[in-house]
């Protein structure tokens, strides 16, 4: 059974940093292109950032250059850093294949971006 468990998010002030993880279980990671996905109040769950199975990257023009996603094969990680909050970062932040297969959806990490 796939599990993907996010973890690392936390409250920051605008300008700041985090840098999130996500721990893959039940899945050849190596095989697969993964993604970073967002999902704020009242709004749709969104993509934030890509990234194949060669790790070639791709961002969202909304994050451009101030994320940064990575990913650990040996160790089946992913990370999200995340440089230059602002409050329209503050969402929940999940990953997941890219593209997403639903019932793989984690809980997620709580991102919240304020003063």
């Known amino acids: 059974q796939v599990q993907l468990v996010e973890s690392g998010g936390g409250l920051v002030q605008p300008g700041g940093s985090l840098r999130l993880s996500c721990t893959v279980s039940?899945?050849?990671?190596?095989?697969?292109?993964m993604g970073w996905y967002r999902q704020a109040p009242g709004k749709e769950r969104e993509l934030v950032a890509t990234i194949s199975s060669d790790s070639s990257t791709s961002n969202t023009d909304f994050v451009k250059c101030r994320f940064t996603i990575s990913r650990d094969n040996l160790k089946k990680t992913v990370a999200l850093q995340m440089n230059g909050l602002n409050s329209e970062d503050t969402a929940v932040y999940y990953c997941n294949k890219y593209p997403p297969y639903n019932t793989w959806w984690g809980q997620g990490t709580q991102v919240t971006v304020s003063s």
């Open positions: 039940g899945l050849t990671i190596w095989l697969h292109d």
